[in-house]
């Protein structure tokens, strides 16, 4: 039995899976605002946040919004602004409901006085998960 041919494929294997896991936010850590800045202009938003860490490199968020669903939510650390939400729709909330979907803009802080909008690309919309 031939165990070279295994052992390059196995190296192949473990090389490309490192690859894969690429960090989602890139913004250098000397930029990052600090999380407090984030859970209040979550709060303000009506949010009542139970947690934010850090992973793949971007603020994760998990709260319930102000119409009472679930949300975790990724945002790019130096800008606070929204990078993916999936929402846990409360299906007692109905009214609610039927026009979740156009609302994801109110989710991103506003840009400020001297700020440059966000670029339309893919990139900088948010991508967003509704259950």
Do not use: F
Not at 6 to 29: E, K
Not at 46 to 58: A, E, H, M
Not at 92 to 115: C, F, L, M, T, W
Request: charged share 30%.
């Amino acid at each position: 039995m031939n165990i070279k041919p295994t052992v390059i494929g196995l190296s192949l294997l473990l090389i490309s899976a490192n690859a894969l896991a690429d960090d989602d936010c890139t913004d250098p850590v000397a930029q990052w605002q600090p999380r407090e800045n984030l859970r209040q202009q979550l709060e303000d938003q009506g949010w009542t946040v139970q947690r934010i860490k850090v992973d793949d490199g971007c603020y994760e968020v998990k709260g319930v919004d102000a119409d009472g669903h679930r949300v975790k939510a990724e945002y790019a650390p130096a800008s606070l602004n929204l990078i993916e939400i999936k929402v846990k729709i409360n299906r007692d909330n109905a009214s609610v409901n039927d026009d979740y979907r156009h609302s994801i803009e109110r989710y991103n802080k506003p840009a400020s006085q001297g700020q440059a909008p966000l670029k339309e690309t893919s990139k900088s919309k948010p991508r967003a998960t509704i259950e």
